[in-house]
């Protein structure tokens, strides 16, 4: 993005630019969803062999911190227990 002039305007880069004229309400909007267009037409959709392997990653991780966090709190539990004296279990 690049400073426009004294008034401080601030003007999109791109195919969409309009330089010397300040957009209104409704230019700002149309703008607007020109340039979410042609940021979703960036996106790449994973294959089904990529999508398999990423969730895969993300259940593996999910499980490693529900197993840190289980850990964590079984041991602080038992800490707990022993500094005041109250039996686990």
């Given amino acids: 993005m690049e400073q426009d002039d004294v008034r401080g ?7 969409y630019a309009l330089r010397d004229k300040k ?22 959709t994973p294959t089904r062999k990529e999508l398999i392997k990423y969730t895969v990653v993300v259940f593996v991780f999910v499980l490693i911190v529900m197993g840190l966090v289980y850990g964590l709190d079984w041991l602080f539990g038992s800490v707990t227990h022993i500094v005041f004296g109250v039996p686990a279990g």
Avoid: C, D
């Avoid at 957009?23 to 790449?44: N, S, T, Y």
């Fill in 9 to 15: 305007e601030i003007v999109a880069a791109g195919p």
């Fill in 23 to 44: 957009l209104g309400f409704f230019g700002r909007i149309a703008l607007f969803f020109r340039q979410v267009i042609g940021e979703l037409r960036k996106v790449v």
